[in-house]
């Protein structure tokens, strides 16, 4: 087999097309390596197969077909499908679940624990001398060839498959083992001395020299395919528990939708919703798709999106997503996104990406593969050889087939994938989406995190921030006028205005003749007085100079960044009111979060140096660079590069994106723009700047286990080779080694389940991830931070 690199032919750009193929048929790393190196050969076809997951991820030209992507994997010996239609997937998913009539595991488990059963006397017999009663050997003949024959078989078919093919795996070296070890016992009943009445075995972990037509090796041929197949079910059954977040994710959206059309409700299938259909959502029901409330009010429990456990106030005009729970009223909701496009499928879409995507440590331990089979195959022969020319039959057929049976690497096959499928599959469980596995690489190398302010540290929404009244006017009354003006207003400020009027004062009093003035404030007349809202220049014009004590509160206001509103009637101006963007109340913990792991935090920002100062103060960081246009953060974050730093970006906008593709780990916040999303490497669902740095932790908890898993599937093989070929090791109990390192790796990456975020302050759930001085971080409630919004 050759081990050449096939470099991927890239399809023309602007004639990309992308499509998932399951493989059946692969039964290690090594095949998955075959796949994808046979798809790669074609012109303008780039492939990525995942043993894992056992799913290849193709982008093809024109000039190709799905057919000939097909055509190419059974060429290959492999089967290959593309994805069927989302009815038929159902109903395969349905069969296919664990315990259904086509589960996978069902056979598989079937297999493996009859060979286990017939295996386990085998053992006993030959490790035993006690138990070797006459003809024992007999008996465990007729125990193990069931096992090798009919336990061994997919291993031998694989074998013959590929071997017509002129190829070699795993598969060839486990039945290449097993029929020796099954051979050479057969030769020894029927042709040696082995058969005869009273023979005795004694059992031991080192070879001896000996006449080898004596000895059989049964328990080596049934131990081997029976440690081989308990392996294999368990690294099956972990893949798939592995990958249950994706499949939870999935089955979390409603089955049907409740369509308002003519004034009735009809239950149609979810499939069968369309974009602008009305559809009803009673209490307790999930939201069929992504929508905008049209009638009624509610709390909906986003947490199955976002982990907050907060449910959230939504009314007409509120956005709502697909899968998440109405726990207040009923609501009428009008259907903006289905199917696919749905929030809830965008995320399955990025974990899956990502869980099919190979980091560059995958790729090494691929190759490594590749090379591997036939470097074994040579080896083994050498040995047997080697161990022929001193003239021990036995101990050359011993250590060649230890040979051939410590050296199957799936556990490097699955140190990589199974960590990826564990991982993400934690992250999409905490609102965290990794995108691909190169992420994880980066996170390793990150040293300083650059944070935009607005919709990242703050909200991005304006608040009422402060009320300042001249002397003898009640502050009250100045904000419930300025609000009721304000209530008639589409303008943000005013929006801010009047909910904060709202908040302090309760209900509001109508407004008559309202009118909007040239995006620089609104009059209206209130309970019989003219008010007039806006710029202290628009008060001004119409003869409302300020006195000098709402002069100094607008100065004061503008020296904070925020935005002074001047409030005035019957001729005069009454009070000026101060709006501000909100400081996130998790800002100042999270900024602490990143400093404690090592991070260099810097305030990236296009408002003006005081407001972002002033942000920077309030949160604990101590750079800034303030007044920058969205290609000037592209130039600060290739600075900070060229400087010599890794860098993170978190942003939020559209202005944000081209700084998050520029840097060396982008980290979108779930509640920004799809553009900014797109372009990041993570996407953190809740918005809240905190999972940044559990999303960093996970990330490199991840990259973290892989390496682990590496060096244990590497530094296994390296070590117990020499042993096997030195005849130093059993094949029984090099069997069992192989086996249990499949294991091992699949059970560590498992671990990655376990994962926690840190405990929030504030909140209970205190856990071991806790840093000693989270406490010292308390974020409060929500508070007013500097803006550079301008005033109307």
């Known amino acids: 087999m050759s081990s050449e690199s096939v470099?991927?032919?890239?399809?023309?750009?602007?004639?990309?097309?992308?499509?998932?193929?399951?493989?059946?048929?692969?039964?290690?790393?090594?095949?998955?390596?075959?796949?994808?190196?046979?798809?790669?050969?074609?012109?303008?076809?780039t492939a990525e197969v995942n043993y894992a997951t056992e799913k290849a991820r193709v982008t093809y030209a024109d000039g190709v077909s799905a057919d000939d992507l097909v055509a190419q994997v059974e060429k290959a010996g492999y089967t290959a499908t593309p994805p069927p239609p989302p009815d038929a997937e159902r109903g395969a998913d349905s069969a296919a679940a664990e315990g259904g009539p086509n589960d996978p595991l069902r056979s598989l488990r079937t297999r493996t624990a009859v060979s286990l059963l017939l295996s386990a006397p085998v053992i006993a017999m030959a490790m035993v001398p006690a138990l070797q009663f006459t003809y024992w050997q007999w008996a465990s003949l007729t125990l193990a060839a069931p096992v090798v024959v009919?336990?061994?078989?997919?291993?031998?078919?694989?074998?013959?498959?590929?071997?017509?093919?002129?190829?070699?795996?795993?598969?060839?070296?486990?039945?290449?083992?097993?029929?020796?070890?099954?051979?050479?016992?057969?030769?020894?009943?029927?042709?040696?001395?082995?058969?005869?009445?009273?023979?005795?075995?004694?059992?031991?972990?080192?070879v001896e020299r000996g006449g080898g037509a004596g000895n059989i090796y049964l328990e080596v041929a049934a131990g081997v395919t029976s440690f081989i197949l308990l392996g294999r079910y368990f690294e099956a059954r972990s893949k798939r528990r592995a990958g249950a977040a994706l499949r939870a994710l999935l089955e979390l959206g409603a089955k049907d939708a409740a369509v308002v059309r003519g004034g009735r409700e009809e239950r149609v299938p979810v499939d069968r919703l369309a974009v602008g259909d009305v559809f009803a959502v009673r209490p307790g029901e999930k939201f069929a798709a992504d929508g905008e409330v049209q009638e009624g009010t509610s709390a909906v429990d986003r947490s199955m999106l976002t982990g907050e456990s907060v449910p959230e106030e939504v009314g007409p005009g509120s956005p709502v997503a697909g899968a998440t729970a109405n726990v207040g009223g009923r609501l009428l909701v009008r259907a903006t996104r289905v199917g696919s496009d749905t929030q809830l499928a965008q995320m399955a879409r990025l974990v899956e990406d990502a869980q099919s995507g190979k980091a560059e440590v995958q790729r090494l331990a691929d190759r490594v593969s590749g090379v591997f089979v036939p470097v074994v195959i040579a080896l083994a022969a050498a040995t047997?050889?080697?161990?022929?020319?001193?003239?021990?039959?036995?101990?050359?057929?011993?250590?060649?087939?230890?040979?051939?049976?410590?050296?199957?690497?799936?556990?490097?096959?699955?140190?990589?994938?199974?960590?990826?499928?564990?991982?993400?599959?934690?992250?999409?469980?905490?609102?965290?989406?990794?995108?691909?596995p190169e992420v994880l690489e980066t996170t390793r190398r990150i040293d300083t995190v650059v944070l935009d302010k607005t919709g990242t540290v703050t909200t991005g929404r304006m608040a009422l921030a402060g009320v300042a009244a001249a002397g003898g006017v009640d502050e009250a009354e100045a904000l419930r006028l300025a609000g009721a003006v304000e209530d008639a207003s589409e303008h943000p400020i005013g929006r801010a205005i009047a909910a904060g009027a709202v908040q302090r004062v309760g209900g509001l009093p109508g407004v008559d003749g309202f009118a909007a003035i040239g995006g620089r404030g609104v009059e209206g007349v209130v309970e019989g007085r003219r008010v007039l809202v806006g710029r202290p220049a628009l008060l001004a014009e119409r003869g409302m100079e300020l006195p000098q004590e709402l002069e100094r509160a607008v100065e004061r206001d503008r020296e904070q960044g925020r935005t002074a509103v001047a409030v005035g009637w019957d001729g005069a101006a009454r009070a000026v009111l101060a709006v501000s963007d909100t400081l996130k109340p998790t800002s100042k913990e999270a900024v602490a979060r990143l400093r404690a792991l090592g991070l260099r935090p810097v305030l990236l920002t296009g408002d003006t140096s005081g407001v972002?100062?002033?942000?920077?103060?309030?949160?604990?960081?101590?750079?800034?660079?303030?007044?920058?246009?969205?290609?000037?953060?592209?130039?600060v974050v290739r600075r900070l590069q060229e400087q010599g730093g890794t860098?993170?970006?978190?942003?939020?906008?559209?202005?944000?994106?081209?700084?998050?593709?520029?840097?060396?780990?982008?980290?979108?916040?779930?509640?920004?723009?799809?553009?900014?999303?797109?372009?990041?490497?993570?996407?953190?669902?809740?918005?809240?700047?905190?999972?940044?740095?559990?999303?960093?932790r996970l990330s490199r908890r991840t990259l973290a286990t892989i390496r682990g898993n590496l060096f244990w599937a590497f530094g296994y093989n390296v070590l117990a080779l020499p042993l096997a070929a030195a005849g130093l090791l059993n094949p029984m109990i090099a069997g069992g080694a192989m086996a249990l390192s499949s294991v091992f790796v699949v059970s560590n990456s498992l671990r990655l389940r376990t994962f926690r975020p840190l405990a929030r302050d504030g909140e209970d759930g205190r856990g071991p991830d806790r840093p000693a001085d989270a406490d010292a971080d308390a974020g409060g409630a929500a508070a007013p931070a500097p803006s550079a919004a301008s005033a109307r």
């Open 7 to 45: 470099e991927p032919k890239r399809a023309p750009a602007g004639a990309e097309h992308r499509i998932e193929l399951a493989i059946g048929g692969m039964t290690c790393a090594s095949c998955a390596n075959r796949v994808e190196k046979k798809l790669n050969k074609l012109d303008g076809v």
């Open 150 to 206: 009919w336990g061994a078989l997919p291993f031998h078919r694989a074998a013959a498959k590929n071997l017509r093919l002129g190829q070699a795996t795993m598969d060839t070296l486990v039945s290449m083992g097993t029929l020796a070890a099954f051979g050479w016992s057969l030769y020894a009943l029927f042709l040696g001395t082995a058969g005869e009445p009273g023979t005795m075995h004694a059992f031991s972990l080192t």
């Open 384 to 436: 047997l050889g080697f161990w022929l020319s001193t003239g021990g039959a036995a101990e050359a057929f011993t250590a060649a087939v230890a040979v051939l049976i410590i050296a199957c690497p799936c556990a490097l096959g699955l140190a990589t994938p199974t960590a990826l499928l564990v991982g993400t599959g934690r992250g999409a469980q905490l609102g965290i989406l990794i995108k691909g």
């Open 612 to 635: 972002a100062e002033a942000v920077a103060a309030e949160v604990g960081i101590g750079e800034v660079v303030a007044e920058v246009l969205p290609e000037d953060k592209v130039a």
């Open 647 to 696: 860098v993170a970006m978190v942003g939020d906008g559209v202005n944000d994106a081209a700084a998050l593709a520029q840097a060396d780990l982008g980290l979108a916040m779930g509640t920004g723009t799809d553009v900014a999303i797109e372009a990041g490497d993570l996407t953190l669902v809740r918005g809240d700047l905190r999972v940044a740095a559990d999303a960093i």
